[in-house]
């Protein structure tokens, strides 16, 4: 067995220390200083050096080998350069250390930040400390210094010391080199890291700087961080670039350790996901999900959404869960032995209308388990706040991208007419005009449109006009619509419409008493499917789209007449879930979806072959047909025997017959003139299961 040297002076050094630990290889860590030994967490088979080292020193502790707690000696079987990338010397002194003694070197490089200097706004890039301070002495106002005390001469000219803020480690020697300077006071800031965006925002704020000083560390060095703050306060970052070195990304030095040792150290990756509601941008999201964005190593999300991520992240523009786990599963691969920190930006909310729920279901079918969700403030909350409105007792729809379009224009006219407040979530500008043209058809013409433009945007505006005057709105963006209606309906919860109340002219009608025991003998629930077969004037139609805007019906009918005399009464009553369909019933069934709910009211002589058309459809669909020739109800009577009925079920009927008499006034007196009776079926299957135990056939309702 062999132990690895590691020359640290990175967090990526701690980390594969760390990993080596826990895959049960011995390592003997070097650091500069004792603070550097004091971040180190104690780790089992881990030993830390502490002092600077020359050359001949660090040939000496390789030779000497690992020496182990019980006495032995462990030859080394790597050694890790781990050094920051700027300590180019030290690097140099390892590698000639290393000269004629056949251990293997490794360099550990660091994450970068490749391009930043060209890329990034409000940035200036320098080769050497040198050219920086000389650049700075050309500038006026304080400057942050973040480069550590190694280079602190080199900006403590009289130009340039007076203004200088130092931010370096805790540790005695670096609080020594402050002083040697003439550092000292409130110019010396001692701290140790990570520090946020905001902790940087913090500083910059309370010392008024206008210059911040940084190397181009990566990622563990908390370079983003940095230009966050530089951008936020819109100050000058100045930037001394990585020496260009050769050297293997983390997960590569794994691999070749795996390789000169022998030994499996593929510990898996440890991913965090955080989906972070973004609400109505950067300024409207909290403090939790910021902390989270500024610790992501990953960030996803559409192009909108990256825009409010800080500066110097890995970002990709993904927001379906099949691309996200793809990245996320590679990212895996390539962090052995790591946790890694990945964040999805969603817009609005995370529980509202949010993509958020697709994307953690793909994330745990794939095995990502540690999921973190961050609330954002919705644009109906936000938008109730600027409008001055409360939401508590509101009505919510949102249009944005769906395709049913039927069922969310009944919603829509449903909730508007029966509510004070309706807030619709809206595809573009586009759906506004669309909007108030339907409002205005459905009587609704005065209801009042709050437009939200842009929210939480430099251009947001909030626009107020009559919903018959929406087409004057035209300005592309995002929106968010608030509907107040000052007079909204009280909503009858049962089928009570007259016969008077609909256009009937010459075409049948199920009478008034009729009509409503039938519609209550279907049981209608939400979302159900009706066909309403020999409509005539659509009075069953009406009253079953009636009792919810997420019902559909299919009115049926062979007779043009018929037909436009039901497109006449749905409008008449505002439906949009109404859809007349000219045609023979048995003909025009099959192309409709399955139904939950079916009524007969007309079956033109085909009584048997539109029931059984309607259960090939589906078996479950609750049957009701009316009858007042003596033919038709022998027809229906003999339904159990004479008709197919799919294999496995059992027929269960219900028949009541009604006779209805009406008051008519004869001079002082009142009459009652009676009706025609009129027989109600209502048709159910049963499945039947064969219980083999008992040998016996129990029934179940369907």
């Known amino acids: ?261 022998g030994t499996d150290m593929m510990k898996e990756a440890k991913v965090e996901v955080s989906l972070i509601g973004i609400g109505m941008g950067v300024d409207t999201m909290s403090i939790a999900a910021c902390r989270a964005m500024e610790n992501a190593d990953f960030i996803f999300g559409a192009e909108r959404m990256l825009a409010c991520a800080p500066a110097g992240k890995e970002k990709y523009p993904y927001y379906q869960a099949d691309d996200i786990v793809s990245v996320l599963l590679e990212k895996k691969k390539e962090n052995f032995g790591k946790t890694i920190k990945a964040v999805v930006l969603l817009s609005g909310d995370v529980g509202f209308y949010s993509g958020a729920k697709k994307i953690k279901e793909g994330l745990n ?107 004057s709105v035209t300005r592309q963006g995002l929106y968010t619509l608030l509907v107040k209606n000052p007079a909204p309906q009280k909503k009858m919860l049962t089928p009570m419409l007259a016969d008077a109340d609909f256009i009937r002219e010459k075409v049948p009608m199920t009478k008034e008493e009729i009509r409503q025991v039938a519609v209550c003998k279907l049981g209608l629930t939400g979302q159900a499917v009706v066909y309403d077969i020999g409509s005539g004037t659509g009075s069953i139609a009406v009253e079953c789209a009636r009792c919810s805007p997420d019902i559909r019906v299919y009115a049926v009918d062979k007779k043009q007449e018929a037909v436009e005399l039901v497109k006449k009464n749905r409008a008449k009553f505002h439906l949009q879930n109404v859809i007349p369909v000219l045609g023979d019933a048995v003909d025009v069934l099959q192309n409709l979806v399955p139904p939950t709910h079916v009524f007969i009211g007309g079956s033109g002589g085909k009584m048997r072959k539109i029931i059984e058309t309607v259960w090939e459809k589906n078996a479950g669909a609750c049957i009701v047909a009316t009858a007042v020739s003596l033919e038709t109800v022998a027809e229906i009577s003999k339904a159990e025997t004479d008709f197919t009925l799919p294999e496995g079920y059992r027929l269960d009927m219900e028949t009541v017959q009604l006779q209805v008499s009406r008051s008519k006034k004869a001079g002082n007196s009142h009459l009652m003139l009676a009706e025609n009776p009129v027989y109600i079926f209502r048709l159910r299957l049963k499945r039947q299961i064969i219980d083999k135990t008992e040998g016996v056939t129990k029934n179940q309702e369907r």
């Not at 990034?120 to 106002?141: P, Q, W, Y």
């Not at 003439?182 to 940087?200: D, R, V, Y």
């Open 365 to 471: 079918k794939n095995g990502f388990h540690d999921i973190c969700l961050y609330a954002g403030t919705s644009s109906v909350s936000y938008l109730a706040a600027a409008a001055g409105e409360s939401w508590e007792d509101a009505k919510i729809l949102s249009i944005h991208g769906r395709k049913d379009v039927l069922r969310w224009r009944a919603e829509l006219v449903d909730f508007v007419m029966y509510n004070p407040r309706t807030f619709v979530l809206v595809s573009g500008v586009e759906d506004i005009p669309r909007i108030g043209e339907m409002l205005t058809d459905a009587g609704l013409g005065t209801c009042i449109l709050v437009c939200g433009y842009q929210l939480s945007y430099k251009e947001e505006r909030i626009q107020t006009l009559p919903a018959k005057e929406a087409a």
């Open 1 to 261: 067995m062999k132990a690895v040297l590691i020359f640290a002076g990175t967090t990526e050094g701690r980390e594969l220390a760390q990993l080596l630990s826990a895959s049960g290889i011995c390592c003997l860590v070097c650091v500069a200083t004792e603070y550097g030994k004091i971040v180190m967490p104690e780790l089992d088979g881990v030993q830390v050096s502490v002092g600077r080292l020359d050359e001949e020193q660090m040939r000496g502790l390789t030779e000497e080998g690992y020496r182990t707690d019980s006495g032995g000696v462990l030859e080394y079987g790597a050694v890790v350069d781990a050094t920051h990338p700027y300590a180019t010397e030290v690097s140099d002194n390892i590698k000639r250390s290393l000269n004629n003694l056949n251990i293997p070197y490794l360099r550990l490089k660091r994450d970068g930040n490749p391009g930043v200097c060209q890329n990034e706004k409000s940035i200036r890039c320098f080769d050497s400390h040198e050219d920086c301070a000389k650049a700075l002495a050309g500038t006026e106002g304080n400057i942050l210094l973040t480069t550590g005390s190694s280079a602190l001469s080199v900006y403590c000219s009289d130009a340039l010391k007076e203004r200088l803020y130092v931010r370096t480690l805790p540790s005695q020697e670096n609080i020594a080199a402050c002083e040697a300077q003439g550092i000292c006071g409130k110019q010396m800031i001692a701290m140790q890291g990570p520090f946020s965006a905001e902790l940087n925002l913090a500083m910059v704020r309370q010392f008024d700087i206008r210059h911040i000083v940084t190397k181009e560390s990566g990622t563990n060095g908390g370079f983003a961080e940095k230009m966050r703050a530089a951008e936020e306060a819109e100050i000058q970052a100045w930037v001394i670039g990585q020496p260009k070195e050769s050297g293997l990304p983390f997960s590569e030095v794994v691999k070749q350790l795996q390789k000169l040792l």
